[in-house]
């Protein structure tokens, strides 16, 4: 990939630009301190003040990113959406090294120019990035933007290398320089021809990754959206030059329609192509899955046409052959590749956001509504009372659930307190053991969005939770 240009195209998404109005801007610090309270995304190292860029997923953070990657991994490695007009594809996965040989991010662009512009300011010390001086704030008091004090004095831009280096070894040298990878896209290139000839796989073929990605960021910002260790899930799809146009279309839609799918409501939502100068110098086409933060319209997922460029680059700088023969057409030629890359910290935060509603009239007026193939926890089971035989009642009932959903058994504090803290996490059924549960063997189970409640023998609970969910 021509890094740079990649990159210039991540400063084009709009997060950074807008100005955040007041409602939004609460909106966003409700949503951050839920987060916390309840653990689904902690600071980083809090206990030392924290680390710029860096965060931590709590227990309910865990399950639910676990969930978003599940979800992506079933739906487009192992059971992916028909092709156009029914064309068949196969779709396989990698799991690549972190840190690779340097000359891979020679070849792939990043050495030579996955920079940022970034501005010094020799008054308070600061480093910024050059293009988003009037949307950062000046750590100078009172606050203003960068470069708005008077004793504010900027250098000249300068390009500042995004990645990360390492040493390989004990010897400090210009020799053992590594890098944490950037992307996790070069491995797939850098693995195309391993994949061709151990897998028994043909063209049209996806090569699937899900991993972390390392960017040293000059301004992390907006809570987890622009961090500097993310994951991202990508795919590199191959295919004859001839069918890029098509299978363009093709993943731009599908990957539209999965988060639309999973919950973002489609207004909240843009498909946006990008104009001809926007595009990178490579990329025949390209369009940005964009989401309505509160901090503004923002990147979740980029879909792009990269032609041929990266596997050239590779053929060129390693001397290997990574063309294809295609025995069908007797063709050989080097693929096209597009490349559906998006990040999961970015998806989980659009989740959360969405997921977040309030309603003043109940007991939790904040709570979290996610699709149930999201949610952290499926269902939670309550005796009403931890005495008189309805932890008797309710454990066997938990014990059964859990073999086949992530649940949760509370016994402690009253019921309305527990139905609160289920909403918080977006739990989507609690099961409530009751005095009536001991004479007629029912048991309550109470939905998530509108709290109402239905009254089911005992046994009926896993069905109950199957049905309910379709999962
Ligand atoms: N292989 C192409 C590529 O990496 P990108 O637009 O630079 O393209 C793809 O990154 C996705 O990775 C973005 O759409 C975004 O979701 C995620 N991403 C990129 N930089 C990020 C960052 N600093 N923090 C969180 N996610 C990031």
């Known amino acids: 990939m021509a ?9 084009q998404s709009k997060p950074d630009k807008s100005k955040p109005d007041k409602s939004k801007s609460d909106k966003m610090e409700k949503i951050v301190s839920l987060c916390r309270r309840r653990g689904f995304i902690f600071q980083s190292s809090e206990i030392y003040g924290g680390i710029g860029g860096f965060w931590d997923y709590g227990p309910l953070g865990t399950e639910l990113k676990r969930n978003i990657k599940d979800a992506w991994w079933q739906d487009m490695v192992r059971n992916p959406p028909a ?3 029914g064309k068949a594809f196969q779709m396989v996965g990698l799991d690549c090294s972190i840190i690779m040989n340097p000359k891979v991010w020679e070849a792939s662009g990043h050495v030579g120019g996955f920079s940022d512009p970034m501005v010094d300011c020799k008054a ?24 708005e004090h008077k004793e504010c004095d900027l250098t000249d831009p300068r390009e500042f290398n995004l990645m990360f ?22 491995g797939i290139f850098a693995n195309f021809k391993n994949v061709i000839d151990s897998s028994r796989v043909k063209l049209p073929l996806g090569i699937a990754q899900i991993g972390k990605s390392f960017r040293n960021e000059i301004n992390p910002r907006n809570f987890t959206f622009r961090s500097r260790e993310f994951e991202q899930y990508e795919i590199e799809f ?46 025949k086409g390209c369009a940005d899955v964009e989401y309505d933060f509160p901090f503004g319209m923002a ?13 050239k680059a590779h053929i060129e700088k390693s001397g290997k052959d990574l063309s294809y023969f295609d025995d069908q057409r007797k063709e050989r030629f080097v693929p096209y590749v597009i490349e559906p890359s998006g990040g999961v910290d970015r998806s989980l935060l659009a989740f959360i956001t969405e997921a977040y509603t309030v309603d003043e009239n109940r007991a939790s007026p904040e709570f979290m ?16 009372v931890a005495k008189d035989g309805m932890p008797d009642i309710a454990e066997p009932i938990y014990n059964e659930l859990r073999k086949h959903y992530a649940c949760q058994y509370d016994a402690k504090q009253s019921i309305g307190k527990r139905y609160a803290r289920m909403d918080e996490a977006g739990t989507p059924f609690c099961f409530t053991i009751d005095g009536q549960s001991k004479e007629d063997g029912t048991v309550t189970v109470r939905n998530r969005d509108d709290a109402s409640q239905d009254r089911i023998d005992k046994s009926r609970c896993l069905e109950y939770l199957r049905d309910q969910l379709q999962l």
């Open 369 to 384: 509504k996610f699709h149930p193939r999201l949610a952290p926890i499926k269902a939670a089971i309550f005796p009403l």
């Open 165 to 186: 280096k390492t040493h390989i070894g004990a010897l400090e040298g210009s020799s053992s320089v590594a890098y944490l990878r950037p992307e996790t896209a070069q």
């Open 3 to 11: 890094a740079q240009s990649n990159q210039s195209k991540a400063n």
């Open 238 to 283: 191959f295919c004859h030059p001839s069918e890029a146009d098509e299978w363009y279309t093709f993943w731009r839609d599908v990957r539209h329609a999965w988060y639309v799918g999973l919950g973002l409501r489609s207004d909240m939502l843009v498909l946006r192509e990008h104009e001809g100068k926007e595009l990178a110098h490579y990329a």
């Open 299 to 311: 990147e979740l997922e980029g879909i792009a046409n990269r032609t041929d460029y990266d596997l």
């Open 124 to 147: 308070c010390k600061g480093r910024f990035r050059a293009d988003q001086t009037a949307d950062t704030a000046c750590p100078k008091k009172p606050s203003k933007m960068v470069g």
């Open 83 to 85: 092709g156009p007009n």
